[in-house]
């Protein structure tokens, strides 16, 4: 297996951590994950990772009556920050150095956001875990992912989804959708095709940042994407 890439942004949601029951984080299902996360590293490649929080809480859905957003969403951000420190743990029991940066300051279990220590950290083949988002209300995890992707200058931004690519049509309830192998974020906005929040898809195209999206729904998954072996599909 040759990898395609040097260094990668993996986004995945928080519900990819939670398995069936789609809530909370679900034992083998994070092992799993981590396990092809660690496959990749060996291979030399230097993998950044961001987590969602959408397995505990999304401030724009969960939001109690009369809490304001910006509190709502810093209930989300503390969420992917839970993420983080679970899969930084998992990795370490399998052996992989792992570094949780959060843009959400939580200085008692895991480092505040540094450029400059984050970059030394993947040098240093650390697996970077990238928590807490943007650290600001109203935006996504996607939107923290594209924005840590152009900041470490990675190759590539790999969003992993249910579906193994970017379709003109919902898959799963059209049987004769056409799955794209390439397109343009103009296209992706356009369309509004549902497959990342708008304006992280803005965002990586103001910076040229590529996007693959692949399916994370079988072992390796991450792998194979990464060595070019999964349906995919490239906004570029
Ligand atoms: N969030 C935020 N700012 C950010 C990133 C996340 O406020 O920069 C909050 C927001 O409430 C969001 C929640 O954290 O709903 C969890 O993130 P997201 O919904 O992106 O998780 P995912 O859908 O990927 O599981």
Known sequence: MTPEYNRVLLKISGEGLAGSSKIGIDAEVI????????????LGVEVC???GGGNFFRGAKNALAGMDRSVADQ????????????MRSVLQSI???ATVYSGFSVPQACESYQFEKAIRSLENKEVVIFAGGTGCPYFTTDTGAALRAVEMHCDILMKATQVDGVYDADPRF???????DEISYADVLN????????TAVAFAGEN????????LNEKNALL??????AKSTTIK
Not at 191 to 198: E, R
Not at 224 to 229: R, T
């Open 191 to 198: 369309k509004h095709l549902n497959v990342m929040d708008m």
């Open 174 to 180: 059209n049987s004769a959708a056409k799955r794209y």
């Open 49 to 51: 990772l961001v987590i």
């Open 224 to 229: 194979n994407a990464v060595c070019g072996k």
């Open 208 to 215: 040229n940042l590529p996007v693959k999206v692949f399916a």
């Open 95 to 97: 052996g992989v150095k």
């Open 75 to 86: 209930i989300g951000m503390m969420a992917t920050v839970m993420n983080a420190l679970a």
């Open 31 to 42: 092992m799993t994950l981590a396990e092809d996360i660690a496959q990749v590293s060996k």
